[in-house]
């Protein structure tokens, strides 16, 4: 069988805030002649980073490159919110809930995958201000997601899982905001800068001595003697191979019509004066996902990593597949956060934003992963569930393991995989239909 060519390199609409405040000095290099490795990862994002961790900290001799289509930091991984959420967090739910048992198992697994990033802060000694596990809240705007908070925290008392309750004065207490009318508290949530924490965590695996290369975009991988990664300069054979590419696995023949692609969308205000923080009051930091899952995610970010004192906005999904958002896309989402900018905070209505751009997160119908052997020495770490930070450092790890014939047994849940969805050029329209509802719904939390 002719081996498969990846049809669409990803491509990435927007500059995102969080890579423009954070460029190391230390760069990383592109391939430019072959090269050969006991574990080649594709991708890197939380999943093909965290791969290679793993397969370090297992086989600290094995000879691992990272390659990278863009500049790391760059891709999904790099331009998201930031949230690492030990808690459920399935956004096909109602109130990111769900069946006991099962959530009980990915809250382990959730803590695992944060635990795992913690200790590779410590020992690459990232930059503080780059993960503080502060918690977050879910806010609710309205009568009806008000509800949503109440059985979000009978969710938790089920599960014995601590959580504070905030009134609509405690909201605006923390936020400055009288928009929102009650919240849950959860302590677990650790808040990163998504763009400093993939390029500390990409410099710290370098100066281990795993080789990382950006900007190398594959784009085939022959299976037809043994496997070997076709850049536009070089060539990398592997003895195994992680495909840690989210969406983008399909290009490499493995998930055909079982996967979801939706873009989501981001801005960032200009810092803010004194003036204007004491017009809006608040906490100086905070993080707020939205307690119906179709709302807004906001921040108030602080510090040199973030550019100031700079409220960060995410809002609209969009089934648009794996091409780059366009400009009126952008546009039209940055007319979006401002409108539910403004009516949240009058008092800064007007203020400047400096970035807006997109990003892609790959969904699965059933809400399994794409984590699998799929051909000898192939292995899959892909479809994140909107919750890439977490699930993609989790699956991350587990495709080290397979991919080093470890037992995959971190989870109960391994052997599930993405279930089918409609083919196009049905799923798009079909996937936006349920997303235009499910915003219309939730339009006041938007
Ligand atoms: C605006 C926004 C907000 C979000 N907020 C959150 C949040 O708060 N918390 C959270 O957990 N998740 C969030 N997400 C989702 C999260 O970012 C993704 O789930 C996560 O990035 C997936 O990680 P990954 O490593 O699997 O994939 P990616 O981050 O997409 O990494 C895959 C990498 O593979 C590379 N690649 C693809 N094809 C090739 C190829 N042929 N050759 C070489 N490289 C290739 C891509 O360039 C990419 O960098 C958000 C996403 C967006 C867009």
């Not at 959730?110 to 502060?134: K, P, T, W």
């Not at 994140?384 to 849940?413: C, E, K, M, W």
Request: glycine share 12%; net charge positive.
């Amino acid at each position: 069988m002719s081996p498969p060519a990846t049809g669409v390199l990803p491509v990435e609409a927007g500059v995102s805030a969080w890579d423009s405040f954070f460029l190391p000095e230390r760069l990383f290099a592109s391939v430019e002649q072959d090269e050969s490795c006991d574990v080649l990862i594709i991708g890197g994002g939380f999943a093909g980073l965290s791969a290679a961790r793993a397969v370090r900290l297992k086989a600290p001799g094995a000879r691992v490159i990272v390659l990278e289509a863009l500049r790391i930091g760059e891709g999904a991984s790099g331009r998201n919110a930031g949230f690492m959420i030990d808690l459920t967090h399935d956004l096909s739910s109602e109130d990111y809930g769900g069946e006991e048992t099962r959530a009980r198992h990915t809250i382990q697994e959730n803590r695992h995958a944060i635990a795992f990033a913690l200790d590779a802060a410590a020992e690459y000694g990232f930059q503080d201000g780059v993960m503080a596990r502060s918690g977050k809240v879910n806010g609710a705007c309205t009568e009806r997601s008000m509800q949503l908070v109440k059985r979000y925290a009978s969710h938790l008392d089920q599960l014995g899982e601590p959580y504070r309750l905030l009134d609509d004065a405690d909201m605006q207490r923390l936020t400055g905001s009288a928009y929102y009318r009650s919240g849950i508290h959860t302590p677990g949530t650790v808040m990163i800068q998504p763009a400093a924490y993939i390029k500390s965590l990409a410099l710290g695996l370098q100066a281990q001595g795993i080789r990382i290369f950006e900007r190398s975009p594959v784009a085939r991988l022959d299976r037809s003697a043994g496997l070997v990664a076709h850049t536009r300069l070089g060539k990398i054979a592997a003895g195994r191979v992680i495909l840690a590419t989210n969406g983008h696995v399909r290009a490499f023949g493995h998930y055909a019509n079982r996967l979801i692609d939706v873009t989501t969308y981001a801005s960032i205000t200009c810092s803010m004066t004194d003036g204007q923080s004491r017009a809006l009051g608040g906490s100086d930091t905070w993080s707020i996902t939205p307690a119906a899952p179709h709302g807004s995610t906001l921040r108030r970010v602080r510090g040199p990593l973030f550019g100031g004192d700079r409220i960060f906005y995410r809002s609209v999904f969009q089934a648009i597949g794996l091409e780059p958002a366009s400009p009126a896309q952008l546009a039209h989402s940055l007319q979006e956060h401002i409108k539910g900018f403004n009516r949240r905070f009058p008092a800064l209505r007007g203020i400047g934003i400096t970035h807006t751009w997109a990003g892609r997160l790959c969904l699965s119908r059933n809400g399994a992963s794409a984590v699998a052997q799929v051909a000898p020495g192939l292995i899959t770490a892909c479809c994140q569930n909107g919750l890439g930070s977490v699930r993609g450092t989790f699956n991350g790890i587990r495709a080290a393991h397979i991919a080093l014939g470890l037992p995959d047994d971190l989870t109960p849940y391994g052997g599930e995989q993405p279930s089918r969805v409609v083919p196009e050029p049905l799923l798009k329209p079909g996937v936006n239909a349920y997303l235009s509802w499910k915003r219309w719904h939730d339009r006041d939390e938007v």
